[in-house]
């Protein structure tokens, strides 16, 4: 059933039809997670919660981890270059952490009352981000980005949201606009969310300007990611940045920067790395280790809005700043310093200057976007600037994915990855060499 089922993968994925043997291989290799695949697609739709991490024919399904490397259920030990789409910057299950989170919990973990553990992970944040004067807990990056907007919302009145045309802010109504298409993402997301949300490409200053010039005073918010993530691992340039500060200010609308994946660029995150500051931000992946959190936060007047007596907004939570994954939060931003991200960053730069190198000796169109330790491979010809330009041939990248999976390497099935701080020259060097093996398989 299963190797039928890779055929017609390869030979039906859209326009695009797979040269090597890559599917048949990757079929070949994982019966066991052919047989949980089949298991749990019985007892969930698709098979899984998580529709990122699906791709065809099927999924690996993962035994364990550490450090940097994945073990399978199938016996495989991959590197890991995907780090749970930027969350285990850290290493996966380092020993100190662990003891830290399994301590808290064995001293409970859910009270319904404060705890300390929330004081001290707040100060870190707040000492770490000079710019994030108050800030707030919750359980997921998609309910950060909620919660700032909702926060905007509530302090200017308005409630149009401009955002960047394939900027992913994660699974709520307000940002599952203007994603892949120009409208809603989906079915399920109600028809009157297209009417709250403006967009402009990214990049494009021409085109912000006059946004704001017809409706800024319209706009609650405008909130974008410094670098796009899941969009292609896009650097802004400054301009835009710098503009977006300018005009927002002038509107007197909320600035907010979606940091959930790019808090790890830098150690003060993208203040310190593009030199601009957002009046809200959204935190999640690695702050939390390993467990599920985000933190909103910016200016203090603005995140009064939650004030428990002068306030007029409400935000609460079972989970919200459960002790446990305050404490690993905690840990791991004390042993992620400034010298961790620095050398992150070094290897980051590395990574894509060689592989450019790598991409040039083939005879494919493929683009390496991305900056400081994250990155993508892109199957287009580039420049790839935004969402548009990255989208090309997105099908096609399928094949490259499963190469290189099947060389040992574990990216994001459309391209992604990042670094973490066990990855050293000589994993870099076995990425370079599959990447290299992929491509001549490809282009064969």
Do not use: W
């Amino acid at each position: 059933m299963f190797v039928e089922l890779a055929y017609i993968y390869y030979i039906q994925t859209e326009n695009y039809t797979m040269k090597s043997g890559a599917a048949d291989e990757y079929v070949t290799e994982t019966p066991r997670s052919r047989e949980l695949h089949e298991r749990a697609t019985a007892v969930m739709p698709g098979g899984d919660t998580r529709s990122v991490t699906y791709h065809k024919p099927y999924p690996s399904y993962v035994l364990s981890a550490s450090d940097c490397r994945i073990v399978t259920d199938d016996d495989a030990e991959l590197i890991d270059f995907l780090n749970n789409y930027t969350q285990s910057v850290l290493r996966h299950a380092p020993p100190a952490v662990v003891k830290l989170v399994t301590d808290r919990f064995g001293r409970e973990n859910g009270v319904g009352a404060p705890t300390e553990d929330a004081v001290i992970l707040a100060e870190r944040l707040v000492s770490r981000v000079p710019f994030i004067e108050q800030v707030r807990f919750g359980n997921s990056g998609a309910e950060a980005t909620m919660n700032a907007i909702r926060t905007a919302m509530a302090y200017t009145g308005e409630e149009t949201v401009l955002k960047i045309h394939g900027g992913y802010h994660g699974t709520h109504h307000t940002v599952e606009v203007a994603v892949e298409d120009d409208g809603r993402e989906h079915a399920g997301i109600p028809q009157d969310v297209e009417r709250q949300i403006a967009t402009v490409p990214f990049n494009d200053v021409d085109a912000l300007k006059p946004r704001f010039e017809r409706r800024g005073d319209e706009f609650a918010c405008f909130i974008l990611e410094p670098l796009m993530g899941v969009a292609g691992a896009i650097p802004p340039e400054l301009e835009l940045l710098e503009t977006a500060r300018d005009l927002t200010a002038d509107h007197e609308v909320p600035l907010i920067f979606d940091e959930v994946m790019t808090m790890r660029l830098a150690y003060g995150r993208a203040k310190e790395r593009y030199g601009v500051t957002p009046d809200l931000t959204a935190l999640g992946k690695f702050i939390g280790r390993r467990l599920p959190i985000e933190a909103f936060g910016g200016r203090e007047d603005i995140m009064n809005v939650f004030h428990p007596e002068d306030g007029v907004a409400h935000h609460s939570g079972t989970f919200n700043a459960n002790p446990a994954t305050m404490a690993g939060g905690i840990a791991t931003l004390d042993a992620l310093d400034a010298v961790a991200i620095d050398q992150l960053n070094e290897l980051g730069d590395r990574l894509r200057r060689k592989a450019r190198t790598v991409v040039a000796s083939h005879n494919l169109d493929i683009t390496v976007t991305g900056d400081s330790s994250m990155f993508q491979l892109h199957r287009a010809s580039g420049p790839v600037t935004d969402a548009e330009s990255a989208a090309a041939e997105t099908d096609a990248f399928a094949e490259l994915f499963l190469e290189m999976r099947n060389r040992r390497i574990f990216i994001t099935p459309p391209g992604i990855g990042n670094l973490s701080v066990p990855v050293d020259d000589a994993k870099i060097n076995k990425f370079l060499a599959a990447l290299n093996d992929s491509l001549a398989a490809i282009d064969g």
